[in-house]
T-cell receptor, first 116, second 111 residues
């Protein structure tokens, strides 16, 4: 049981390049989401999905696209990288219904992205 | 708009010196409040979920409590290995609401 797997762990891009950050989970979780973490600003939600074929925007969606063709995978695409997208990106997954449970969202180990 | 404020931003304790971290929140109906631990260079690690005021949960030296406006993470007799950033997040009620995080408290426990 690997949990949430993110690739790559590190990436350097030039301004204007595009790339896809991969995220896969093997826990059959319905919910998946992408966050970015910047110093002093905490984790901010980029996009999320409540199931295959369903996605929605979070707090900071501009410059990013997502799709969810399977339950397991939720890739994040940077369309045209900008220095402001330099950050650490985390993918998370969760069961749809947590009320009363002892479970929470499970996070991946992150992708550290630098845009030069 | 959901808001989460954590204090202090940083806390240095001597080994064995108990203390508390605070998480104040404003949310349009609370579905759950989450505490995470994050070590440098790693993803957040789940600690607790609290669902209603008055609820408490414990794990080793940590105890989380919840009121209608805030949550506390109490650390009893901490050890150096408890050093980490502790994150608080809320999930609002309503369909498919995701987590809103605070900025975290960076805890350092000195031997």
């Amino acid at each position: 049981n690997a949990g949430v797997t993110q690739t790559p762990k590190f990436q350097v891009l030039k301004t204007g390049q595009s790339m896809t950050l991969q995220c896969a989970q093997d826990m059959n979780h319905e919910y998946m989401s992408w966050y970015r973490q910047d110093p002093g600003m905490g984790l901010r939600l980029i996009h999320y999905s409540v199931g295959a074929g369903i996605t929605d925007q979070g707090e900071v969606p501009n410059g990013y696209n997502v799709s969810r063709s399977t339950t397991e995978d939720f890739p994040l695409r940077l369309l045209s990288a900008a220095p402001s997208q330099t950050s650490v990106y985390f993918c998370a997954s969760s069961r749809a219904y947590l009320q009363g449970s002892s479970y929470g969202y499970t996070f991946g180990s992150g992708t550290r992205l630098t845009v030069v | 708009e959901d808001q989460v404020t954590q204090s202090p931003e940083a806390l240095r304790l001597q080994e064995g010196e108990s203390s508390s971290l605070n998480c104040s929140y404003t949310v349009s109906g609370l579905r759950g409040l989450f505490w995470y631990r994050q070590d440098p260079g790693k993803g957040p690690e789940f600690l607790f979920t609290l669902y209603s005021a008055g609820e408490e949960k414990e794990k080793e030296r940590l105890k989380a409590t919840l009121t209608k406006k805030e949550s506390f993470l109490h650390i009893t007799a901490p050890k150096p290995e408890d050093s980490a950033t502790y994150l608080c997040a809320v999930q609002a009620s309503g369909s498919a609401r995701q987590l809103t995080f605070g900025s975290g408290t960076q805890l350092t426990v000195l031997p």
